[in-house]
């Protein structure tokens, strides 16, 4: 599920501002966005993100300001004194005067450099971190949870309409036994009277039997329920992501299995828009924690 939230903690004059957005995923993927020398963090970030999240691609943005956030950059006071010293001696060997500022030097390679925070810096400011982390996760949680509520009713609508039409397969069942019966008898008269042959009662029953025996559907449908039960139930409780995916795929394979038992025309029909409504589930599941 999509969302997004933000958390802020303050604690005098240091401020921690933390961004969490997520987007689908199959899986868990936690990237951490800060500034230099901060991505250390990311383990500890990812932790309390995994307490909280279990599907999604979640990235955090962390903003530090104050005492816990150096800059970011300084001079290279040995460096800035190397290119010093050598526009002093090319000053004096060009007979030029030495400029009054050093405004010049500073866009220089190697004048700015990268101020990395100190292993006491970075664990100084992690419980202010943590805090706008946890406020974070909260109001992404709420929107996930919004939109969860929705997509939940959304599934229910489709297992309900699933159901009617598994109803309606199963009316349907008892008058296609009753064609294939007499059309097996129409077929077998026909090919009597053609070649002269004698068929007993009970080797055309036999026939029938077996008939009804391949084109039985009635288990196809009491587990296409039963996987409707258990999605339905499976909807009220915390992450059912993973076990709605493997419903979703039982369910598919119950509407192939009674497709292909079946040629009736009218229970063919119903199958299609029975698998329509599954593959909507399973796009819909694939979205859920």
Not at 123 to 148: C, K, S, T, Y
């Amino acid at each position: 599920m999509t969302g997004c939230g933000e958390g802020l903690a303050t604690e005098g004059a240091n401020t921690a501002r933390v961004e969490v957005r997520c987007v689908n995923n199959r899986f868990l993927k936690v990237t951490l966005r800060s500034r230099e020398g901060f991505a250390v963090l990311e383990s500890r970030v990812e932790g309390v993100v995994r307490d909280r999240v279990r599907r999604g691609a979640v990235q955090v943005t962390l903003d530090l300001a104050g005492p816990v956030a150096p800059a970011s950059r300084g001079l290279d006071p040995v460096q800035l004194g190397a290119y010093l010293d050598q526009l002093e001696d090319f000053c004096a060997s060009h007979d030029l005067p030495v400029p009054k500022t050093i405004d010049g030097l500073l866009a220089l390679p190697g004048i700015l450099v990268e101020s990395i925070p100190s292993q006491e810096t970075i664990d100084a400011a992690w419980p202010l971190v943590q805090r706008a982390l946890v406020g974070a996760i909260d109001g992404l949680e709420r929107m996930r949870r919004a939109e969860g509520d929705a997509m939940a009713r959304d599934m229910l609508a489709t297992c309900a309409e699933i159901r009617t039409l598994a109803a309606t397969v199963r009316e349907r069942v008892p008058a296609v036994l009753v064609e294939h019966r007499q059309r097996l008898r129409d077929r077998v008269a026909k090919v009597i009277e053609q070649q002269g042959l004698k068929l007993g009662e009970g080797e055309l029953a036999r026939e029938i039997a077996l008939l009804a025996d391949r084109t039985d559907i009635a288990e196809e449908l009491v587990r296409l329920e039963s996987h409707l039960d258990q999605f339905s139930r499976l909807l009220g409780e915390d992450s059912p992501g993973r076990s709605l995916d493997f419903l979703s795929q039982e369910l598919a394979r119950e509407a192939n299995t009674i497709g292909s038992k079946s040629s009736d025309v009218t229970i063919a029909h119903a199958v299609v828009e029975i698998k329509t409504r599954v593959e909507r589930l399973r796009e819909l599941v694939q979205n859920l924690e």
